[in-house]
RNA sequence: CGCGGGGUGGAGCAGUCUGGUCAGCUCGUGUGGCUCAUAACCACAAGGUCGCAGGUUCGAAUCCUGCCCCCGCAACCA
């Protein structure tokens, strides 16, 4: 039938809490699903947690738990925030559900023919138990700040996969789009970064090194590193490989990934697939990162955007259309509460919820709530779904917004206010009033439509409002202004129109 | 010579591949209109040497050359 479709999201380290960059990624993905839903689409949408590694059995340890139940206490974390961004997942992972692990084991046995045994060469600190990249190294002078000793050079034994014998395969994929990379420009970054091959990866650790992982099958003293362990989730979590239902889902049709695992998702993870005789995904869609106020957001800095405070604030719905509409699908964005507010108050205040509220109170005012017929909208949608086919969510709202100005400009050129006028001595302005006005509402049940991938419950607020041929009264606003970190145009002109600015942020 | 992205009115961007119809869009600002509406909506206006310097061309934001500046990335960080 092809209508089975499977999209899936990154899943995080469960040490840490969910935050915007999360956040993204389910929304792009939740956008994508609701979109092919609604085109009677039967979409299976993954998310989940990685649950193995040093970090998990360290702050498990300083907890005082063991790794599993630290685990558990900290995944919900995660379910929490997909529910609290609205993100429709069918389906959820953790690395460490028994299933996942066994399927882990099975891949590794079948990449096998793949696999050989190396050495790994690295910074090492006793103290940690742990190995340090050499960028963290370098920056920490090459002395452990937490145990005030240097770290070692040291040498140890660990299983590598040659993914560089699918070097040609992978390349090819990618070149002729088999497994597609959205943007493009990142399609040519990484072909660029590969031109001299794909690297063989380490993809075991000594037991000694990585205590909190599933065990190599044939060799205890050695445990899966993140790659054979963490990718797969895309596949077991379809019941890979014991339940062939997988097969009716997989090859993934959008694999959401952030820029910075791009490497990964194109590189080691083709080359599993290849090693194992399993079909490549087909499209890698990569997003950027949210900047805040042009700056990379980290907990160094202080200026971390808390999605959940942004949702509490001016709720789910607003905050999934800033992230969809302002932060670029295939580009990086920029946050500032100022930049929010403004959208918030102007495109979802201003032009849509007045929008709504001005045609439903002529409705009510003028014709007693009845809407009659409203007439199918005739709107060029063409620009929209070409948008939503290329992975642009971002221009497809554009293409929303296109649609509400015309029906502001429509509204005040025909003006249904001059016409209602004469409606009780007039018939044929009582006929015109109505159909202008079910006209107007065809419209707004038209944007209601395109609206149910990026908002749903404002979708179904206008529906709901429009859909019965009577008005019903929502009980609340769409959008009321909210002025917290902008001027309100409403509070009496002080002197130069200031509005007492914030408190200094306090330093962290 | 590491790789990549970018420099367009106050802000954020589109346009650059396929030179002219390109100087466009949103926000902000000003003026006017309207009154159905969430002080909203609609119209109009101000404001730009399209990073700099050369070159190609009848003609360049758009092609070529050189230079300046900003920002990421550089392997296990969404």
């Excluded at 395969?169 to 070149?175: K, L, P, T, V």
């Excluded at 509490?312 to 999934?320: C, H, L, N, S, T």
Aim: aromatic content about 12%.
């Amino acid at each position: 039938m092809g209508k089975n479709l499977y999209i899936t999201t990154a899943i995080p380290y469960v040490n840490g809490t969910p935050h915007v960059g999360h956040a993204v990624d389910y929304l792009l993905a939740d956008i994508w699903t609701r979109y092919q839903a609604q085109n009677g689409k039967r979409v299976r949408f993954q998310a989940g947690t990685d649950e193995h590694g040093n970090k998990i059995a360290a702050k498990a340890a300083e907890e005082g738990l063991d790794p599993k139940a630290y685990a558990d206490k900290m995944y919900i974390n995660f379910q929490n925030f997909i529910k609290k961004v609205g993100a429709s997942n069918t389906d959820f992972i953790r690395t460490t559900d028994p299933h996942h692990e066994g399927a882990v084991q099975w891949i590794w046995q079948k990449l096998l023919p793949y696999i050989y045994k190396g050495k790994y060469e690295g910074w090492y600190c006793t103290g940690h138990e742990a190995f340090f990249t050499d960028k963290e190294v370098e920056s920490l002078n090459g002395t452990c700040p937490d145990h005030q000793k240097p770290f070692e050079r040291i040498v140890e034994d660990n299983y590598y996969l040659k993914a560089s014998a699918f070097t040609d395969q992978i390349r090819d994929a990618i070149e002729k789009n088999k497994m597609r990379i959205v943007p493009e420009y990142r399609k040519n970054e990484f072909l660029e970064l590969i031109k001299d091959g794909v690297k063989d990866v380490s993809i075991s650790r000594p037991k000694k090194s990585l205590s909190w992982g599933v065990p190599v099958p044939g060799d205890p003293s050695q445990v899966i590193y993140v790659w054979v362990d963490a990718l797969p989730n895309y596949l077991t979590v379809l019941g890979f490989p014991d339940h062939p239902e997988w097969q009716d889902y997989w090859p993934a049709e959008v694999q959401v990934i952030g820029k910075d695992i791009l490497r990964f998702h194109a590189g080691i993870w083709p080359a599993m697939l290849l090693g194992m005789g399993v079909a490549l995904p087909k499209t890698l869609l990569v997003h950027g990162h949210v900047n805040v106020g042009g700056a990379k957001m980290s907990k160094s800095v202080g200026n971390v955007v808390d999605p959940n405070q942004v949702i509490d604030e001016y709720g789910v719905d607003a905050f999934r259309y800033f992230f969809s509409r302002h932060i670029p699908t295939q580009d990086d964005g920029d946050f500032t509460w100022e930049k929010f507010e403004t959208a918030y108050n102007t495109e979802l205040g201003n032009d849509l919820g007045n929008l709504v509220q001005r045609v439903s109170s002529m409705i009510t005012r003028y014709q007693s709530g009845v809407i009659g017929d409203a007439p199918q909208a005739e709107h060029d949608m063409q620009p929209y779904r070409l948008a939503m086919e290329e992975l642009k969510f971002n221009e497809a709202l554009d293409c929303v917004w296109a649609n509400v100005r015309n029906l502001n400009q429509y509204i005040d050129s025909v003006k249904p206010w001059e016409v209602a006028k004469n409606k009780d001595n007039d018939k044929d302005a009582e006929e015109h009033l109505a159909e202008i006005l079910a006209t107007a509402v065809g419209t707004l049940l038209q944007v209601a439509d395109l609206l149910v991938p990026f908002l749903p419950n404002t979708a179904k607020y206008i529906h709901d409002t429009f859909e019965s041929g009577a008005i019903k009264d929502q009980g609340r606003m769409l959008f009321p202004k909210i002025y917290k970190h902008t001027a309100d145009p409403r509070a009496p002109k002080t002197q130069g129109g200031q509005v007492a600015k914030e408190q200094p942020a306090e330093q962290k």
